[in-house]
């Protein structure tokens, strides 16, 4: 039995604050005047005046019972009633308490649940029991569905008695359809997962779920091998079209948590087939899920390194920035003495041969100018060209689309695998994977 309070069908609480005593179930004019109306005594008054805020603040009536006594005091209290023990115990089980719910509906404008509530009921929860997995969704909707339709909700337990059996019937439908897409062939293959091969000491089922450990270039190798096997295993895509991911996700997860002998035990070879196909499925989706971060892990890596490394050498190369900052202000000054250009000129290549000479400077500017912007893309290539093999291989194994009608990155992708081999490519290689990958 689903437990009631993950669901949002509405239950009495044990003890209301003055707050929320004032907000639900305060007695308006009208309220006063129907209440009035439609019955006698304080003892009748204060019945369906509990009936009444009830019905408002829940959508069914409650025992009278199970109302708290700070909830009837509150409302005795409006009335102006002092009869108030003994209420219940009157009303409680009587004709008048079946004609006080019935006036309540009649001034409310709300229906008593019925057959034709439960079919309504039915049709909702069997359109969202294709969809939704958790017995407590379905529940839900089932309480919005009577809520809107301005229909009495009735006992929890009938609800959850309701909802499990169509979800079950749903389901039932599904493993039948799986069943008859399922050849003799495919059968067998879904068989031979629970049998442990003589030369193994593990059944292929437990190996799917099991991974290699972090994928990591140290396991790649275990899960493009694991992928592989997955691949040409069994193509399950069509066999569970139609299925929503929702669900295929929850036949996954139930397959995950059984053991083999207790997938033997199902009797109902279709729920079993169901849920073998699901949990492949699921394998070969976080199998290439993983990879694929892996790839975008690597690549970061890599734009990372290059980038720290461009730092080190812009730090390194510091204090030549500095030297050939303090020659140019040196040459200002000389130029603001104001003398002739010849004697400029010699003045400043004296300047300059103190310094080391015009080589020895043009070569420190060529190699500040070097890494003196942001652009690290000329230090890729080396970091890159270790995981080069690797990632083209992972490429190859995903198959990338585009989710818009923009294929520049599809182009440029196709173009870098086609020329992989060429010499001339690996800082276009290397450019590539970190603009677009990372």
Not at 386 to 401: A, C, T
Not at 408 to 424: F, T, Y
């Amino acid at each position: 039995m689903t437990a009631i309070n993950r669901t949002a069908y509405p239950r009495l609480d044990a003890r209301l604050n003055h707050e929320e005593l004032a907000a639900r179930y305060t007695l308006t004019d009208a309220d006063h005047a129907f209440v009035r109306a439609s019955s006698r005594g304080e003892t009748g008054r204060l019945v369906l005046a509990m009936l009444l805020k009830a019905r408002q603040d829940l959508g069914y009536f409650p025992a009278l019972e199970e109302v708290h006594m700070d909830t009837v005091t509150y409302l005795a209290s409006q009335l102006g009633t002092q009869e108030i023990a003994i209420a219940t115990e009157r009303v409680s089980g009587s004709k008048s308490l079946y004609r006080y719910q019935a006036a309540v509906r009649a001034h409310l404008s709300v229906a008593p649940y019925g057959d034709a509530a439960e079919e309504l009921v039915s049709r909702t929860t069997v359109e969202a029991a294709e969809v939704m997995s958790d017995p407590a969704d379905l529940i839900n909707r089932a309480v919005e569905t009577l809520q809107v339709a301005s229909i009495d909700l009735p006992a929890f337990s009938t609800l959850d008695r309701l909802v499990n059996r169509l979800r079950a019937e749903v389901h039932e439908r599904m493993y039948l359809r799986v069943s008859q897409r399922v050849t003799a062939q495919q059968m067998a293959v879904l068989e031979t997962l629970l049998v442990k091969p003589a030369n193994s000491t593990t059944t292929p089922f437990n190996r799917l779920k099991q991974t290699p450990g972090p994928v990591a270039p140290a396991t790649i190798r275990l899960w493009v091998e694991r992928l592989d096997w997955l691949v040409d295993m069994i193509d399950s895509d069509p066999l569970l079209e139609g299925i929503a991911y929702t669900k295929l996700r929850q036949f996954a997860a139930e397959a995950a948590a059984l053991d083999v002998g207790d997938l033997r035990d199902i009797a109902q070879t279709g729920k079993r087939h169901t849920l073998l196909l699901a949990l492949v499925r699921q394998a070969r989706m976080r199998c290439r899920d993983e990879l694929v971060k892996m790839l975008l892990r690597r690549m970061r890596k890599t734009q990372s390194a290059a980038k720290e490394q461009l730092a080190a050498l812009q730090e390194r190369h510091r204090g030549i920035e500095e030297s050939l900052i303090g020659i140019l202000g040196q040459v200002l000054q000389t130029a603001q003495t104001q003398e002739p250009d010849a004697a400029f000129g010699r003045q400043v290549r004296e300047l300059l041969l103190q310094q080391g000479g015009v080589e020895a400077l043009a070569e420190k500017c060529e190699t500040v100018s070097a890494w003196h912007s942001d652009n690290e893309l000329p230090l890729l290539w080396p970091i890159h060209s270790r995981y080069r093999s690797l990632l083209f291989e992972l490429i190859d194994l995903m198959n990338i689309g585009s989710a818009t009608q923009d294929r520049s990155l599809l182009d440029a992708l196709a173009i870098v695998c086609e020329h992989r081999h060429a010499c001339c490519f690996p800082n276009y290689v290397a450019h590539f994977c970190a603009h677009y990958l990372a």
